[in-house]
């Protein structure tokens, strides 16, 4: 089992119209957070990949995402945190994260690793 963690922070954005850049609004959120609860390790199991058959260990956790109270302009909006449960699989042959599965409100996503390596462009 690994430990969970909360990281905080806040944010002050201008929204400015793409025609005129002209300011339209401002958004502030001073107490933004993302939590994850503790991670349980899983035992290895053989999955289908976007780069193969791999070995991965299935890491599960809770995560929690909260703007906290938002102001859109002079306008207070209480927003509602999000609540998932999520599965990394961890693949140690390639030291990555190879696939995520986010199960939220009774649906579920998956997110797949495509390649892993630096772009040409990027370096």
């Known amino acids: 089992m690994l430990p969970g963690e909360t990281l905080s922070s ?14 339209v609004t401002t958004i502030r ?7 994850v609860g503790e991670r349980r390790v899983g035992r290895a199991q053989t999955i289908e990949t976007t780069l193969g ?7 599960t956790y809770e995560k929690r995402t909260s703007l906290g109270p938002l102001m859109m302009g002079d306008e207070l909006i209480q ?3 999000a609540v998932m449960s999520v599965t990394d699989w961890y693949c140690p ?3 990555f994260v190879l696939r995520t ?5 009774g649906k579920v996503e998956r997110i797949d690793t ?4 630096m772009d040409d462009d990027a370096q």
Not at 10 to 23: C, K, P, Q, R, W
Not at 53 to 59: A, T
Not at 101 to 105: D, G, I, L, M, T
Not at 114 to 117: H, K, L, Q, V
């Open 53 to 59: 058959r791999r070995e991965c260990m299935p890491i």
């Open 10 to 23: 806040s944010l002050d954005l201008e929204i400015h119209s793409l025609a005129t850049d002209e300011m």
């Open 101 to 105: 599965e986010v199960r939220q409100k």
């Open 114 to 117: 495509t390649a892993i390596g």
């Open 93 to 95: 042959t390639e030291a």
């Open 79 to 81: 927003t509602d945190p």
């Open 29 to 35: 959120a001073p107490s933004a957070s993302v939590s």
